[in-house]
Nanobody
Framework: QVQLVESGGGLVQAGGSLRLSCVAS????????MGWFRQAPGKEREFVAV????????VYADSVKGRFTISRDNAKNTVYLLMHSLKPEDTAVYYC???????????????????WGQGTQVTVSS
């Protein structure tokens, strides 16, 4: 079982930046794929970004491409989400999650991820 703890959320003005962190424990961090999802009030959880165990491959949702960057530091058991040019529609609870496989056809599906963190709130004011 993997334990995930997110941090770094907060209130920011539109156009601002935030960096989210997710620290993992309980298993070899470098052996799993890490993803970020978000859920706004009244909406379904949606995919944001995912990164392969080595960090060499990433996938982004179209809505964040060019503004968000996912990265990882396996020595620190941490995955990051650097968010620039934030918009009010980015307001949501952001979750990190893990999975064991890199399957291009299913990377964006929340149901294919195993352990989840508790989430961190990001609020972007206009």
């Amino acid at each position: 079982q993997v334990q995930l703890v997110e941090s770094g959320g907060g209130l920011v003005q539109a156009g601002g930046s935030l960096r989210l962190s997710c620290v993992a424990s309980g298993r070899t961090f470098s052996s799993y794929v890490m993803g970020w999802f978000r859920q706004a009030p009244g909406k379904e959880r949606e995919f944001v970004a995912v990164i392969i165990w080595s960090g060499e491959s990433t996938v982004y949702a179209d809505s964040v491409k060019g503004r968000f960057t996912i990265s990882r530091d396996n020595a620190k058991n941490t995955v990051y989400l650097l968010m620039h040019s934030l918009k009010p529609e980015d307001t949501a609870v952001y979750y990190c999650a893990e999975r064991s496989t890199w399957s291009p056809g299913s990377l964006t599906r929340a149901t294919n991820f195993g352990s989840w963190g508790q989430g961190t709130q990001v609020t972007v004011s206009s």
